[in-house]
């Protein structure tokens, strides 16, 4: 199940980091130059900016996200189920044809309040690396505290939404059809016929506890904070790359 969600990790990470570019465009104060460095944006413009690109990103991409995981899982709809990836346009084709369209957007709730992840992170984020850089006179984060800001903000976005993250994962699993003879008939992963996003949660807590509600959380952490690690590094060398592209073009035009 390794490609199918790879790709869709690729297409989220473009839709968000595009969008919320753009939008950080758009909250700029009046008067700040279109190409090249802009003045830094108040803490609310920021969080309003990564809202905005979280918000187009769930509604644009949980079917991916869906077929991703039913993938992983296993539990991807239909009889002969592709690999590699071909895998996930043919599972969304599938899920939309033997559970509906909306199934497709199962979880859409739990993710669209889950947008406070990326919220939460990127204001982090940009507080580390404001003060990294002032410390620093203003010079442009080296490779080590840009991976390190980078794991920290998520690791602080992380423990402070997993149980959200872990109903998101129980519905978009949660078939609402009977469409495998293997599957129990319209529940989650656990077996559980859950109705929502706070009934889940409400669920988990009732029947195991709070600790319930952080189950596998250590797991989810290696992964999402090196991987975040990673894509901060990467954004800090690209966005310094095309920013000096971006100043000789406007050099050259004058």
């Given amino acids: 199940g390794a490609p199918p969600v790879i790709i869709t ?4 990470n473009f839709i968000f980091f595009y969008s919320n570019e753009r939008a ?3 909250l700029c104060a009046p008067g700040s130059p279109r190409n090249g460095p802009r003045p830094p944006l108040s803490p609310s413009r920021s969080l309003a900016a990564s809202a905005i690109a979280g918000c187009i990103n769930v509604l644009l991409t949980n079917p991916l996200w869906v077929a991703a995981v039913r993938i992983q899982t296993g539990r991807a709809s239909g009889k002969r189920r592709a690999a590699g990836v071909a895998a996930l346009p043919r599972a969304v084709r599938a ?3 033997e559970e509906g369209v ?3 957007w199962s979880g859409t709730a739990a993710s669209l309040l889950l947008v406070s992840n990326p919220i ?3 204001f982090v984020y940009e507080r580390l690396t404001r003060r990294l850089r002032g410390r620093s006179g203003g010079r442009r984060l080296s490779a080590p505290a840009a991976f390190a800001a980078g794991a920290s903000a998520k690791m602080v976005a992380t423990v402070a939404t997993y149980p959200l993250q872990l109903a ?3 519905l978009r699993l949660q078939k609402k059809n009977h469409v495998d003879d293997n599957d129990a008939d319209g529940k989650a992963a656990d077996g559980t016929d859950y109705s929502g996003t706070l009934d889940c949660l409400a669920s988990l807590y009732k029947d195991r506890g709070a600790r319930a509600l952080f189950a596998g959380m250590e797991t989810k952490i290696l992964q999402t904070v090196l991987t975040s690690a990673v894509l901060f590094l990467s954004y800090e060398q690209i966005l310094a790359a095309t920013s000096g592209v971006m100043r000789r073009a406007a ?3 004058k």
């Fill in 9 to 12: 990790l690729c297409i989220s």
């Fill in 102 to 104: 909306s199934a497709l």
């Fill in 24 to 26: 950080r465009r758009l």
């Fill in 120 to 122: 939460l992170q990127f």
């Fill in 95 to 97: 899920i939309a044809r």
């Fill in 168 to 170: 998101q994962i129980l």
């Fill in 251 to 253: 050099a050259r035009r």
